[in-house]
């Protein structure tokens, strides 16, 4: 089925195996697959709960460094969508950005910037 792109902001694929931590457990929910100003694509193993609140850390990869070397961010996400992956055992998840400091939302804006 082809829908629209509904999206506001685009988005920007990770590009290394990212993973982001629930920062209340401190355990891994999945690995980054792509992320923008407003949302992220997480691709996880276990469907999360309808509409569930995260606050999460990750790290964004720095010019010519690797994504573990540089500063986490941490941000509060909602979930907005999931569904199984084409990949067994894999489920993509749209998750929304409500929550963000301004120096987090900075190094993200400056890293979404980069090419």
Known sequence: MNTPNQRRAERKRAGVNAVVTDTISGQPIGH???????????????????EAIYQVSMSLP????????????????QEQWHEAAASSGQIWAGYRIVAITDADAARLDNWLSQA
């Open 32 to 50: 980054l697959g792509n992320l923008s100003s407003t949302g992220m694509l997480l691709i996880i193993a276990q469907a999360p709960r309808s």
């Open 62 to 77: 720095g010019s010519g460094r690797l994504l573990t070397e540089s500063q986490p961010i941490e941000i509060g996400i």
